[in-house]
Structures are given as structure tokens and as C-alpha cells.
Nanobody
Framework: QVQLVESGGGLVQAGGSLRLSCAASGRTFSNYVMGWFRQAPGKEREFVAVISRSGGRTDYKNSVKGRFTISRDNAENTVYLRMASLKPEDTAVYYC?????????????????WGQGTQVTVSS
């Protein structure tokens, strides 16, 4: 089992920045590809960003490329999502997730463990 706990969400004005953190415990953190997803009211959960086990590979949803940065610290068992130039359409609950697969994952179904989520609200 892997336990994931997100933090860092909040209310921010459009154009502002936030950094989300996700602390992992329970298994060897570096054995997991980590992803960030989000879910807005009335919408399905969607992929935002993913990072490989070592941190050497990353990928992003097209609409956040150039604004969001995913990173990880395997010594601290933590994955981060730095969000800049935030827009009202980024408003959602943000979830981190872990998968034991070797390849980067883009679908909800590919992930084995999920955090409880943290709310991000961007005002216009």
C-alpha cells in the first residue's frame, strides 16, 4: 500500500502561482511513476502531468505546458506540481496518484493509489 497526502491548494487570483505537494509513505517511492490529475465540478477526472520514477522524464496536458512543472524528490518521498500563470479554468480538485508501471501513465485507470485531493480555486 502507498498512502498519498496532497497539500498546497488554495484560492489565488488569475495570473498567480501555487505549488502543490504530495507526500508518499508505505512503499519505496522511487518504484512508482507519479501523476497529477484534476477534477472540476461536473467533469471527469483528467490528466495534468506525469513524472517517471527517476524524475528524468515528464509530460503534461497540452493546456498546462509552459505553465505547470512537475518534479519529485525521492529522498523526501514527495512529488510537486508548480503552477504558474493560473487561469480560472484551472479551478479543480487536484489529485496525486502513483502507479507501479514503468511507463508514463495518462489514464485514471493506470494508477493504483490516489490521494484525497486538494482544492485549487482561481478567481478572475
Amino acid at each position: 500500500q502507498v498512502q498519498l497526502v496532497e497539500s498546497g491548494g488554495g484560492l489565488v487570483q488569475a495570473g498567480g502561482s501555487l505549488r502543490l505537494s504530495c507526500a508518499a509513505s508505505g512503499r519505496t517511492f522511487s518504484n512508482y511513476v507519479m501523476g497529477w490529475f484534476r477534477q472540476a465540478p461536473g467533469k471527469e477526472r483528467e490528466f495534468v502531468a506525469v513524472i517517471s520514477r527517476s524524475g528524468g522524464r515528464t509530460d503534461y496536458k497540452n493546456s498546462v505546458k509552459g505553465r505547470f512543472t512537475i518534479s519529485r524528490d525521492n529522498a523526501e518521498n514527495t512529488v510537486y506540481l508548480r503552477m504558474a500563470s493560473l487561469k480560472p479554468e484551472d479551478t479543480a480538485v487536484y489529485y496525486c496518484a502513483a502507479t507501479g508501471k514503468y511507463e508514463l501513465g495518462y489514464r485514471v485507470s493506470e494508477y493504483d493509489y490516489w490521494g484525497q485531493g486538494t482544492q485549487v480555486t482561481v478567481s478572475s
